[in-house]
């Protein structure tokens, strides 16, 4: 999410970029009635596995038991939405294949959650929220081609598909930190302090205003006008200021602020910004355009 992250929860127009990597599912039939169910990470190396009995919908096994219950709750919901689904005992292998790294957070609930709404024919949305309490744009990430305005109305959800890139993209970089958020705890802590309309209607603003921006020096006025409006908003520091504070460009949160990614935007090479980086002990930059779609 690249703009009005947690204050699209509350209706503010966000815009939100697809990215290259995702993750693929494959299902195999087999004789039986269970559910064998592998994930594996980037890297081919398995990080859960979980056995699930469909006679009673009891999870057999499970590598971790806390995601084994979010499979189980998933299957449910997908049953509950699509009564013909798993209702010919079979024996099912799904083996799920990250294309990224895990701790990267590009969405992997919802990935998930969109590729089994296709196996099961539901629709993604419906699925979605009602296993989960975020907004729901990286549903509409995981079925579009190119960047979209997403908005989160009482009943409904809206998308728009634009046309967004801007003339500097080879100067944006996201930057790995390696730590995981829980985007969903994050979720909760905001749901109910609700902003006032002139928070939303900034919010608003700023979206229409990121998508006509065409120089570096603008774009990066607007990540500090950005970060400003969510930082007072949630009350947390800006990633910039606890972590980079010495940095010459510009460092933006993307969704859940205090891991996953951030942008970061840099007037200097990418050598000298890739050395900056290595310094603070952040290895790893990506270029805009070898992650987004």
């Not at 815009?15 to 009635?33: H, N």
């Not at 099961?120 to 190119?146: Q, R």
């Not at 959800?157 to 958020?181: C, G, M, R, V």
Request: include cysteine.
């Amino acid at each position: 999410m690249f703009s009005s992250e947690y204050l699209v929860l509350h209706g503010a127009h966000a815009l939100a970029l697809p990215t290259r990597l995702g993750q693929k599912m494959r299902v195999q039939e087999l004789s039986g009635s269970e559910i064998l169910w592998t994930a594996y990470d980037v890297s081919g190396k398995k990080w859960f596995s979980a056995e699930i009995d469909l006679l009673g919908f009891e999870i057999a096994k499970a590598s971790d038991p806390q995601k084994g219950s979010f499979l189980r709750k998933l299957l449910r919901a997908c049953c509950q939405n699509n009564s013909e689904f798993l209702s010919h005992w079979k024996k099912y292998k799904v083996d799920h294949y990250l294309e990224f790294p895990l701790e990267w957070g590009l969405g992997s609930s919802s990935t998930l959650i969109f590729n089994m709404a296709r196996w099961a024919d539901v629709n993604p949305y419906h699925l979605y929220f009602d296993v989960a309490s975020g907004s729901g744009y990286d549903i509409a990430c995981a079925g579009a081609d190119g960047p979209l305005i997403y908005s989160l109305g009482e009943d409904s959800a809206s998308i728009e598909e634009i046309d967004f890139k801007p003339p500097f993209t080879d100067q944006l970089y996201f930057l790995p930190l390696n730590h995981k958020t829980d985007s969903q705890h994050a979720v909760e802590q905001v749901r109910t302090k609700k902003p006032a309309s002139a928070i939303i209607e900034q919010a608003n603003a700023l979206t229409e205003k990121l998508v006509e921006i065409r120089k570096l020096e603008g774009f990066e006025q607007w990540v500090r006008d950005h970060e400003q409006l969510v930082s007072r908003y949630i009350g947390q520091e800006r990633a910039k200021n606890r972590l980079f504070s010495d940095f010459w460009g510009e460092v933006k949160s993307l969704g859940a602020w205090g891991g996953d990614l951030l942008l970061v935007s840099s007037s200097k090479n990418r050598q000298e910004t890739e050395l900056y980086f290595k310094g603070k002990g952040y290895p790893q930059l990506i270029g805009y355009e070898e992650l987004i779609l």
